[in-house]
């Protein structure tokens, strides 16, 4: 990377990552598949050896997403986003108190409640965009938290957290804070710089971009906090194949193009379904009347790609508008260049405070007219 200048992300996310310009030099990196180096006695810090522990394929994607948070470090890639987020909620010793939102991604909650059985965590759960009552749980009876979880949008709710005041209070209680930047991206928001700790996201999603990879990956800049996530991975093995690091870093070199396009999209659908007959709510932070909506234009740039959508009818209607849609796809995830959507209640997992009949969309970079009118189509046909 060229180091010497200041760089945009849109431009980071394409220069980062890049072999050393000698003469003849390949362009992009290669995919190295080895399970382990010539090696012998003392091995020096940094070296490699064996690839559970480090592998070179990792680092080009790890030195591009560090340089897109904005981190003193490279990201630290995990197989999936779950191994990320496991290895950022290890932190909390036993004993210690977690709060999370109600309404982070399921898995978050679902994994925080597991740890929390075997090890005497407890887990309290907030409304995120509460936040009085966010920092009266990391206060709490006078012995703070250890760790506060952020989702900021949450997934599939969309509320907004007041990032910069929930970092200063939980740093004035002595509370680690993270957050899962998987919606906003590194070019939405850039949690590290308004304070946190650690930062997880879901390679899967955005920054791969293509619904061909399942990858994760954590940031910290304290080096302590760094060394753990690290030796987590290497300890518990929760690593990415060769191949998979090398498709993120090819996806990722498209962030800025995919992400403009798709929030340019989402914007324009969600002002759509807003004055649709066939709709009873919809949730996009760029709606003006969005509760979100301020909060994000203070701390984001863009308001992300993901719209909540609940149409007249209930569930009988959410369920007959995803078989009706010929252009979008049916199916879980998110941020791949496709778009896609489904009834989150479907899944027995799903927190019950999500409503039974909201459907999450993820906006893709479709031309937005061929997504509109196959939502159009599909809405008529569903309220029927
Ligand atoms: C998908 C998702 C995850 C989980 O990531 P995987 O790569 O599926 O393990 C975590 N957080 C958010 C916000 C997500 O959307």
Do not use: C
């Amino acid at each position: 990377m060229p180091d010497a200048l200041p760089l945009s992300p849109a431009t980071l996310a394409v220069a980062s990552g890049r072999p050393a310009r000698t003469q003849a030099a390949p362009v992009n990196p290669p995919i190295v598949l080895s399970s382990t180096y010539v090696s012998q006695g003392e091995v020096p810090a940094g070296e490699l050896f064996y690839a559970r522990a480090d592998t070179e394929t990792w680092h080009p994607f790890e030195e591009t997403l560090g340089a897109l948070e904005g981190s003193a470090h490279p990201a630290v890639l995990f197989g999936s986003g779950m191994a990320a987020i496991a290895a950022a909620i290890s932190l909390v010793p036993p004993g210690g108190r977690l709060v999370v939102p109600r309404h982070a991604y399921n898995v978050t909650v679902v994994h925080a409640q597991d740890v929390a059985g075997r090890s005497g965590i407890e887990v309290v759960q907030v409304d995120i965009a509460d936040t009085d009552a966010v920092v009266a749980a990391v206060r709490g009876d006078g012995v703070p938290a250890a760790m506060l979880w952020v989702e900021s949008p949450t997934n599939p709710m969309l509320e907004v957290a007041d990032v910069p005041a929930l970092v200063a209070a939980a740093h004035e209680a002595g509370t680690l804070v993270a957050v899962d930047n998987t919606f906003a991206t590194p070019l939405g928001q850039q949690p590290l710089a308004l304070g946190a700790d650690v930062v997880v996201h879901s390679v899967t999603k955005y920054l791969a971009g293509h619904s061909d990879v399942v990858l994760g990956a954590a940031l910290a800049d304290d080096p302590a906090l760094h060394a753990d996530l690290r030796r987590y991975r290497t300890v518990h093995g929760a690593i990415a194949g060769p191949t998979e690091a090398w498709l993120a870093l090819r996806g990722v070199r498209t962030l800025a193009l995919r992400v403009e396009r798709a929030q340019a999209n989402a914007a324009e659908i969600a002002r759509r379904l807003a004055d649709h007959p066939a709709v009873a709510e919809v949730r996009h932070p760029s709606l003006p009347d969005d509760p979100g909506h301020a909060r994000a234009a203070a701390q984001m740039r863009g308001f992300g790609s993901i719209v909540g959508l609940r149409p007249r009818g209930g569930v009988a209607a959410a369920d007959a508008l995803v078989a009706a849609v010929r252009l979008w796809v049916p199916a879980t995830s998110l941020g791949g260049v496709e778009s896609s959507l489904e009834r989150r209640r479907r899944f027995p997992l799903e927190t019950v405070t999500v409503p039974e009949d909201l459907l999450r969309l993820s906006v893709g970079v479709e031309d937005v007219e061929d997504l509109w009118r196959d939502l159009d189509q599909a809405l008529r046909a569903a309220s029927l």
